[in-house]
């Protein structure tokens, strides 16, 4: 739960500290909570999954893709984030580098490749 004087701003993803004199001209977290398609660091990853696992606008349905092609959904990453966050961090090709986000937007048959929980889609159901 993030304090009363911080602001998440849903135009930019920034988060704000309203305590500040001119307090929206800058943002303390720039990308504090946004979808980034490719991952690239840490940083991307927590403010992606921050976000949610639905595409704004239109509510599609994301999942995480390794360095290996697995297909991960967020509760997965969610419930290893320390293993995925050591990957992404340290380049480790062990399975739980994430290094994209992308829409399941027609395959009915994705499934998670580590709880192995169908990985719902935009349009296939």
Not at 37 to 43: A, D, F, P, T
Not at 47 to 66: D, E, V
Not at 83 to 112: H, T
Request: charged share 25%.
């Amino acid at each position: 739960m993030l304090s009363e004087h911080l602001f998440i701003s849903d135009c930019d993803g920034g988060l704000y500290d309203t305590r500040r004199a001119n307090w929206s001209a800058k943002a303390i977290r720039p990308t504090y909570r946004r979808t980034f398609s490719q991952i690239n660091s840490v940083q991307e990853l927590n403010a992606t999954l921050r976000n949610g696992q639905y595409a704004w606008p239109g509510g599609y349905p994301m999942f995480f893709i390794t360095s290996d092609g697995a297909a991960l959904h967020f509760d997965c990453v969610r419930e290893n984030l320390r293993l995925v966050s050591d990957s992404v961090r340290n380049n480790l090709k062990d399975g739980w580098q994430v290094v994209a986000v992308d829409v399941n937007w027609e395959d009915p048959e994705l499934y998670c490749d580590d709880c192995s929980n169908k990985i719902e889609s935009a349009y296939a159901e």
